[in-house]
């Protein structure tokens, strides 16, 4: 498995990073074993990153990673993320017991990556000069005091918000929404399709540093092509910065079909993962399975490479 480092963290991550989120849903609503023998294969294959959060499953993921772990005797990578109160607004207060709370389930002492999870500068959440005055300083704390090695955000929220707060210097990684329905830096974004351009957000991230994790590359399932979900996956997903609906997405998925047909990859989420792992500027994505075989297909996905230019420029025309 390709290695890539995590913009000035330093860390060595793996170009694929284990997502245990509820989407996928394995790490949520799979059996112990299931869940074990998913994650020894992710490690086996070299995956070394490991992405989780207490709202995956009510604090199911966090718990369930933390025993498969232990079972395993394995000590990967592991990021997990918190999320604003709502009220009473005692954020640093929130931010550790939170923290605290992961921290159990996981049963770790402390945590490679701490990221948040709200998106920032929308008018019903919390103003950036919120965040910065008194999330930051709270999370610098809290790795002071060795809870946390990093600090991270999920970018989604105001575009003006979050470039002013990347431009801050003050986190050291970004999840950013990354696939081949969305913008990106790779190609252009189609007529009608609603959403940030993280094609300019990416590259601004990457030129102060953050490291860029890639989320949604599989659009929530719909770049398989396929309509029905494993009974494992999330029934319904809402799109994050693509269509409005899963079923547009599915329905641009399918435009991609040709390039299966022509051989340029064996399937339409081959495909995807192999876009989303294409720019160097992307130092892992994240992928979340419902089962062994689909790990095993995102592995194969990912020991095959970028895809080259012709490629990329095929998949910009048939979105075009």
């Known amino acids: 498995m390709e290695q890539r480092v995590l913009g000035r963290t330093g860390l ?26 998913s994650l020894a294969r992710a490690f086996e294959a070299g995956i070394n990153y490991v992405d989780t959060a207490p709202t995956y499953g009510n604090g199911a993921s966090e718990e369930n990673l933390g025993r498969a772990l232990k ?13 604003l109160p709502a009220a009473p607004r005692d954020i640093p207060g929130a931010i550790a017991t939170s923290l605290e709370a992961s921290l159990r389930r996981l049963g770790r ?33 809290l790795r002071d005091q060795g ?9 989604l929220g105001s575009e003006p918000a979050l470039r002013q707060f990347i431009e801050a210097g003050l986190i050291d990684t970004a999840q950013i929404p990354f696939n081949a329905l969305n913008p990106s830096w790779l190609a252009p974004l189609p007529a009608g399709l609603p ?6 957000l ?7 540093g953050v490291g860029l ?31 409005g609906e899963y079923a547009t997405d599915l329905a ?57 230019p012709f490629v990329l420029e095929r998949v910009a025309a048939l979105m075009a």
Request: glycine share 10%.
């Open 12 to 37: 060595k991550v793996s170009v694929l990073g284990y997502g245990a989120g509820a989407v996928g849903g394995l790490m949520v609503r799979g059996s112990a074993a299931e869940q074990e023998r």
């Open 71 to 83: 079972a395993l005797g394995a000590s990967p990578l592991v990021g997990t993320k918190f999320r």
């Open 109 to 141: 002492d402390s945590i490679d990556l701490l990221q948040l999870h709200d998106p920032i500068g929308l008018d019903e959440g919390y103003s950036l000069t919120e965040v910065l005055g008194e999330a930051l300083p709270a999370l610098h704390r």
């Open 147 to 155: 809870k946390c090695r990093f600090l991270g955000i999920t970018a």
């Open 195 to 200: 959403g940030q351009d993280f094609r300019q």
């Open 202 to 208: 990416g590259r601004l991230a990457a030129s102060q």
């Open 213 to 243: 994790i890639g989320i949604r590359i599989l659009a929530a399932g719909a770049l398989s092509g396929e309509a029905n979900r494993h009974p494992i996956a999330m029934p319904e997903v809402a799109p994050i910065a693509s269509a």
């Open 252 to 308: 641009h998925a399918r435009r991609f079909r040709p390039l299966v047909e022509e051989g340029h990859a064996a399937s339409l989420a081959e495909l995807a993962i192999r876009f989303a792992i294409t720019p160097p500027e992307m130092s892992l994505a994240l992928i979340g399975t419902a089962s062994l075989d689909q790990l095993d297909q995102a592995i194969a996905a990912a020991e095959q490479g970028p895809l080259p």
